[in-house]
Nanobody, 123 residues
Framework: QVQLVESGGGLVEAGDSLRVSCAPS????????MGWFRQAPGKERTFVAL????????VYADSVKGRFTISRDNAKNTVYLQMNSLTPEDTAVYYC????????????????WGQGTQVTVSS
């Protein structure tokens, strides 16, 4: 079992930036493809971004492309989601996800999930 520990959520104003982080407890990050998903109140969990094991490939949801950047530092065993130009529509619980072999934009492709971190953007 892999425990993903997230941090960095909070309350910001529209137009602000925020970075959330995720680290696998007791595991080596480089063994996993990593991603971020989010779930707004009353809505289903949806894909935000993913990065492959080496960090050489990233994929983004259209809604965040150009504003969000996913990155990983395998030496620090941490994956990041830098969020710029935030809008109230980005308000959600952000979940870190990991997969040993394949991670796609589908929620069901993740093997492990973090507990979630709340991001709230006020207008």
């Amino acid at each position: 079992q892999v425990q993903l520990v997230e941090s960095g959520g909070g309350l910001v104003e529209a137009g602000d930036s925020l970075r959330v982080s995720c680290a696998p407890s007791g595991r080596t990050l480089s063994d996993y493809h990593m991603g971020w998903f989010r779930q707004a109140p009353g809505k289903e969990r949806t894909f935000v971004a993913l990065v492959n094991k080496s960090g050489g490939t990233t994929v983004y949801a259209d809604s965040v492309k150009g504003r969000f950047t996913i990155s990983r530092d395998n030496a620090k065993n941490t994956v990041y989601l830098q969020m710029n130009s935030l809008t109230p529509e980005d308000t959600a619980v952000y979940y870190c996800a990991a997969a040993r072999y394949i991670l796609t934009t589908r929620v069901g492709s993740a093997d492990y999930w973090g507990q979630g971190t709340q991001v709230t953007v006020s207008s």
